[in-house]
């Protein structure tokens, strides 16, 4: 027999929701809220949400998977790194010994994507500090855990934030046009995260471009 595909960690996540904890309605407009709220805009405020009824005392209005998801180093010996989930019974990274993972499933994931770079990198992550930075890696696993082929493709839905993204559209909170559309409504922005951090990850696309002999141009990246 033909052997059976792995399930996603967020299938899984979804599956193991509780009743009492899943949305009592749909929204049309955002999936991962109930019809209990909506999104509006506004000059100089940007984005928000605000109720479109009366929301009962416990009631569930939001559910959805995290886009991107990293661990704090002091959880990375219990934590799995794919699904956050604990472990008592970790299966270690088969190239590094830095992190691990809670089944064969969590772990073919990783390898397939973010951790085939990011494995390469955890002498960097621990000599630089950006272990202890979760933010920092938070930043690069938006980019390792997509083929460089992806942000090649899209690369106009990254050219460019607008700020009533979803507004018309549905908003969906998997899509890395939603990631990109944040506002962050800070107006100081530390050189670390806004320039260095991005030139490392430029660098990481790069390096395997050059291995797979792909002359593939991501300047584009360092513009944002």
Not at 157 to 176: L, R, T, V
């Amino acid at each position: 027999m033909p052997e059976a595909e792995p399930v996603s960690w967020q299938t899984r996540e979804r599956q193991d929701i509780p009743a009492a904890l899943q949305l009592p309605t749909s929204n049309p407009r955002i999936p991962s809220a109930s019809d209990a709220v909506t999104v509006r805009h506004e000059p100089g405020v940007g984005r928000f949400v605000v109720a479109a009824r009366d929301v009962q005392p416990g009631e569930v209005i939001f559910t959805e998977s995290p886009i991107i998801s990293t661990t704090c180093d002091e959880h990375v010996e219990n934590i799995c790194l794919t699904c956050l989930r604990y472990t008592t019974s970790p299966l270690p990274c088969p190239t590094c010994s830095d992190v691990n993972f809670c089944s064969l499933a969590c772990r073919q994931m990783a390898l397939a994507s973010f951790h085939k770079y990011e494995c390469r990198l955890t002498h960097v992550f621990e000599q630089t500090g950006i272990k202890d930075l979760p933010l920092l890696l938070l930043s690069l696993r938006t980019i390792t855990q997509q083929p460089l082929e992806y942000f090649v493709k899209n690369r106009d839905k990254f050219s460019c934030p607008d700020p009533k993204f979803g507004m018309e559209d549905k908003y969906i909170s998997s899509d890395y046009s939603t990631l990109f559309n944040l506002c962050t409504h800070r107006s100081g922005i530390n050189i670390l995260t806004s320039r260095l951090l991005p030139n490392h990850c430029l660098q990481v696309l790069v390096r395997e471009a050059t291995r797979n002999k792909k002359q593939l141009d991501f300047g584009f990246l360092l513009n944002r």
